[in-house]
């Protein structure tokens, strides 16, 4: 009768212990989960939830040397990505290459379970985002340690224009390639690069890709990819499409003001609220089992 007590309040107590961890778990920054996670889940590959706010599951790494490519920063291990996205990279790659571009270097995917950071990027969640640097790739392969140091080339002279001491038709021609790509949804420049963009197309008949060519800050030593959701995969959700037409003019003025850079003070008596880390328990609920699957070989 004790032996059989005695296992009870084991069980009891384990059960409870389990629960206590798994709410702990499921309020435990996001970050901190798929931040340290070294590799992919042993699972179909999927993208779960929003750029933003999701997670990634069986993908793929890309490897540091391709044809057409040289991957930065290796010690992030943010080189993975779902399997569209690393067929967009070698697709891509290799056309630029034909047209003479030197090849890429490729900055920050997605960790090998996507889901948010432990540092930057908001997105990139679901192994659907890219950073191209603009800077060309060397014609000898970097070792590791140049790959950490080396330094991204700004393209711009200020808030509303780039420097022609640097920017040079080819980036133009790499922008509309990546941009004419029918998987991708939209691509993030810096304002400046933007307005470039929109004045070097003046002339041509087909400025149709244009509208895909986002102004967002920061976006001026690389441009940030975002592909569409995969097709067939129900539990990726899609941004909205960018607004019609190709987005230059008085819908770009705004970007190109102080506007968007001023911080509007609190009011009088206003508290600032401090903006929470996304948990677990935010994501979707698939995301735990990404999170706690075997790893992939």
Not at 77 to 101: A, C, M, Y
Not at 159 to 181: Q, V, Y
Not at 211 to 237: A, E, I, M, N, Q
Request: with cysteine.
């Amino acid at each position: 009768m004790r032996i059989l007590l005695t296992l009870i309040l084991i069980i009891g107590i384990t059960g409870m212990v389990d629960a206590k961890n798994n709410t702990s778990k499921k309020n435990t920054p996001a970050k901190q989960l798929f931040g340290h996670i070294k590799s992919a889940a042993k699972m179909k590959p999927q993208a779960i939830g929003g750029y933003a706010k999701g997670c990634l599951a069986g993908a793929e790494q890309l490897p540091a040397n391709g044809a057409g490519w040289q991957a930065m920063r290796l010690s992030r291990n943010r080189n993975w990505g779902h399997p569209v996205l690393i067929d967009f990279i070698e697709r891509f790659s290799k056309s630029v290459k034909q047209d003479g571009w030197p090849g890429l270097l490729v900055g920050d995917m997605s960790q090998p379970r996507g889901g948010p950071m432990l540092t930057g990027h908001a997105s990139h969640q679901l192994g659907l985002d890219v950073d191209i640097w603009f800077k060309q790739m060397p014609t000898k392969k970097m070792s590791n340690k140049a790959r950490e140091n080396v330094s991204a080339v700004s393209m711009i002279k200020s808030k509303s224009k780039t420097n022609p001491k640097i920017w040079k038709t080819g980036h133009a021609e790499l922008l509309r390639k990546a941009a004419s790509d029918k998987a991708v949804a939209r691509i993030f420049v810096h304002p400046a690069i933007k307005k470039t963009m929109c004045d070097w197309s003046k002339n041509q008949k087909d400025r149709s890709w244009l509208r895909k060519l986002r102004p967002w800050y920061g976006h001026h030593y690389h441009f940030h990819v975002r592909l569409t959701c995969p097709k067939g995969d129900r539990s990726c959700k899609n941004q909205a499409p960018p607004p019609p037409g190709p987005g230059c003019g008085k819908k770009l003025a705004w970007w190109l003001s102080d506007k968007p850079y001023r911080k509007t003070p609190p009011k009088p008596g206003e508290k600032i609220k401090k903006k929470q880390p996304t948990r677990l328990i935010d994501l979707p609920k698939t995301c735990t089992t990404v999170l706690n699957s075997s790893s992939k070989k």
